[in-house]
Structure formats: structure tokens, C-alpha cells
């Protein structure tokens, strides 16, 4: 039993209707860990990403942040409903990169990049614009300040996105797949931008990828998702190199 969690699920279980996505799931991720969530496709990967960004009500359990739930425990209608204070305080630490970049169209990649800082943070203008830059010179993209959406490659788009979360000065970044939507050479730019994010800052990082690759390079750890559920989790050299369960092995062959 360790007290030192930074993000914790606890008995948390997500139904679609007769389906249950997640399977009284528990997991501790530290402060500052690298965890990458590998699995096949719907084994409820993204969902566990998009519970922690509260972008889903759980049915069941508990996920905490730093120690302060960010769900209430059950309701008299029977669901777990997120407290709204934690919910805000919570989702204010945590960013989140998608597979398709959702940017706004009609905003050059500085603009997008300094949007939230000033709706949500409170920050001027001015010093939004200032982070923005910085940012988006850290991603490699310091020429493309007043370039649209549309006139920047998949994987520049994809940096860019990776900028506007940072913005957010964010504790937690939630990756999925991000580099899914690319052409195969446009990965190796947003993966190294991951991986100096994840050697240069402080950051508490899930990925779900697909990517044995750069799972096996960049993560502390390796969940392995299989019907909702983490059926085998380790460093990469025990679930890549020594795989126990028969699913696991099963999956990495099929990938690798
Ligand atoms: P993964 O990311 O591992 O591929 P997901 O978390 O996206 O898996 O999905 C897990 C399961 O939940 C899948 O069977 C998917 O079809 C189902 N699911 C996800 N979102 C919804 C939803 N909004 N309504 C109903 N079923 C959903
Ligand atoms: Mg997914």
C-alpha cells in the first residue's frame, strides 16, 4: 500500500449500457511517471484517459488526484457524480493531446496556443502570446507562429496541439494516439517532441499508442489493457521482453 500516488483509480468501473468498459480498475501512476496503456482496440484505454479528464462520469470507484477525489461517491440516482470544485481544481492540472488535433481552424497556431491561458487562466493577452511563442518554439514550430491549421503539416498540427495543452501549464498530460492520423513519417517529429517533454519537464505522462517502439523507450511502465481491465503491467523490459500472460503475448505478437 503506497500513500504516494499522484493519480489514482480505485475500484472504478464505466458501463455502456450492458457493456462495462472498465472493469473495477485500479491504478497508482507517481508523480512525474511515464505510463504507457497498450491493449487492443476496445479494451477501454481511451476511456480511462477520458475519465480522468472528466470528460465521462464513472459508475463506480474512485479517481484521485493528488490525494483530493475528483468524483463524489455514489448518488442517491445510483451515479458518481464529479464534484464540481475538484472537478475544475482537477481538470485544470491535467492536458490532453487526441488522435484528430481538433484545432480551430480560424486561428493561426499562435492564437491557438494562446486561447486558453487567457479564457481560462486569466493571463493577458500579452503574456499569453509570450508563452505561446515559447512553446511553440520548444515544439519546433517558432516560424510558423502565423500559420493556420490548414497551411501546417499533420505532424506540425499535432505539435501545435501538444503547445496549446502546455499552455495550460498542465501537471498531467494525457496522450491518445496521437500519432495515429500521420503518415509514418511525420511520427518520429511529435514522438520526439513527447520525449523531450518527458525529459526536460516535470510531467506526469499517459500514453496510449500503439507504438511498441517508443513505449518500450519512453515509459516507466506498461499497462496492458484487455476487456477493461490491466491484466499485466511492468517495466518494458518484463511485458516487451517477458511477457506473463497469454494475452499479452498473444497481442505483442500480433504487433510486433
Ligand atoms: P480503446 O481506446 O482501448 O480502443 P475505448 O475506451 O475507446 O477503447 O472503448 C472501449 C469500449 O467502449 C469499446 O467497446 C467502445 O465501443 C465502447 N464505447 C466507448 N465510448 C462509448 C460510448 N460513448 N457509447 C457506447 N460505447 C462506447
Ligand atoms: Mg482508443
Redesign the pocket.
Known sequence: MTTSAFVRFSGVT?R??D?T??DRLDLDIGWNEKVA?I????????????MLMLL?EIDEGLIEVDGRPLTHMQGNDGLVRANERYKREGRSRIGMVFQNFNLFPHMTALQNAAEGPVSSLGLSKKESHARAAELLSMVGLGDKLDHYPAQLSGGQQQRVAIARALAMRPQIMLF??VTSALDPELCGEVLNVIRQLGDEHDLTMLM?THQMGFAKEFADRICF?SE?KIVEQGSPEQVFGNPQHARTQAFLRAVT
Open positions: 464505466k455502456y449500457g457493456l468498459v472498465l496503456l491493449g487492443p482496440s476496445g479494451s477501454g484505454k481511451s476511456t480511462l484517459l477520458r465521462e491518445d494516439e496510449v489493457f477493461g
